[in-house]
């Protein structure tokens, strides 16, 4: 079993729909969760973060974090064609600077 | 704009060649890391930096070496190019401070072995 998994998508979503990307995760030392966004040939950005469970929120960006069920989902809220990328999670185990990427879900706001 | 740049940004080259891709950074910041990035696999670490001449393999690291002789720069060496290592190659730096989580990449170089 990976550390991370990631459904890879391509997931198609209406302008304005709600997306809920999901990341499942199997060390439950985890602590530091990560999204990025990577858009295409370029390299990931840092969308958002979260320590431990609960939420977090950015603009129109929602990070939950469940531990006890190691899962842990971005939302996009009114959803836009620029928000066509591929959402990578990522984990970074406490006391290692060796980060785990999941493999990326792809996703495509028609507009 | 974390500062980060790579070269060359694009590289063809014949299998059992050996080819150095360059990290530049104008952050002073002590992690580097290499990954590549493969379809179906994400991300992978081949191999990472925590200061001048200290590194540390990471998941795939056979087929690769690096070098740090200075804060600013992180090589990575295919010592003798394959076919399997075709792919698109990123570097990243550590955060703000050493406590820091958050990684910032470089735009990437594509690599062709033929």
């Known amino acids: 079993q990976k550390e991370v998994e990631q459904d890879p998508g391509p997931l198609s979503v209406p302008e304005g729909a709600i997306v809920s990307l999901n990341c499942t995760y199997s060390?439950?030392?985890?602590?530091?969760f990560m999204w990025y966004r990577q858009y295409s040939r370029k390299g990931p950005e840092l969308l958002m973060y979260?320590?431990?469970?609960g939420n977090k929120e950015d603009g129109r960006f929602t990070a939950q974090v469940d531990k006890s069920s190691k899962y842990i989902s971005l939302f996009i809220r009114d959803s836009q064609p620029s928000d066509s990328a591929t959402y990578l999670c990522?984990?970074?185990?406490?006391?290692?600077?060796?980060?785990?990427f999941g493999t990326g879900t792809r996703l495509k706001v028609l507009a | 704009d974390a500062g980060i740049t790579q070269s060359p940004r694009h590289k063809v080259t014949e299998t059992g060649t050996p080819v150095t891709l360059r990290c530049h950074q104008t952050e002073n910041h002590r992690y580097m890391y290499w990954y590549r990035q493969d379809p179906g696999h994400g991300l992978r670490l081949i191999h990472y930096s925590y200061g001048v001449k200290d590194t540390d393999k990471g998941e795939v690291s056979d087929g690769y070496s690096v070098s740090r002789s200075k804060t600013e720069d992180f090589l990575l060496t295919l010592e003798s190019a394959t076919s399997s290592q075709t792919s698109v190659y990123f570097c990243?730096?550590?955060?703000?401070?050493?406590?820091?989580?958050?990684?910032?990449f470089g735009p990437g170089t594509r690599l062709t072995v033929t």
């Open positions: 979260t320590y431990s469970s």
């Open positions: 990243a730096i550590n955060g703000r401070d050493s406590s820091s989580y958050e990684q910032y």
């Open positions: 990522a984990h970074w185990p406490s006391g290692t600077y060796k980060y785990i």
């Open positions: 060390n439950s030392a985890f602590q530091y």
